[in-house]
């Protein structure tokens, strides 16, 4: 099971994210960047088809999530 927070934007192309997923990883405050979707995928949050050439966003560095993208439009911050 995987449990996804945004926590904040510290800027508006960059995501806090808190991402549990059990048995594999956990990470408290990750930081996210804006980017062009380079392949097809699925919104780790919302579920929606991610097409090459959405705006997503994706874990900076390479984390064992790195391959994980969340839609933009996805994104509901308080």
Same mark, same amino acid.
């Given at each position: &099971? ?5 926590? =904040? ?15 594999? !990883?956990?990470?408290? =405050? ?12 699925? !919104? ?19 984390? &064992?999530?790195?391959?994980? !993208? ?9």
């Amino acid at each position: &099971m995987i449990t996804i927070h945004i926590l =904040e934007a510290p800027a508006k192309d960059r995501l806090l994210v808190s991402w549990r997923q059990s048995g594999l !990883c956990n990470y408290t =405050e990750q930081l996210w960047a804006l980017r062009n979707a380079g392949h097809t995928a699925r !919104c780790a949050i919302s579920g929606q088809p991610i097409r090459r050439g959405d705006k997503v966003y994706r874990p900076v560095g390479k984390p &064992m999530n790195h391959a994980t !993208c969340i839609l933009a439009d996805a994104v509901k911050l308080p």
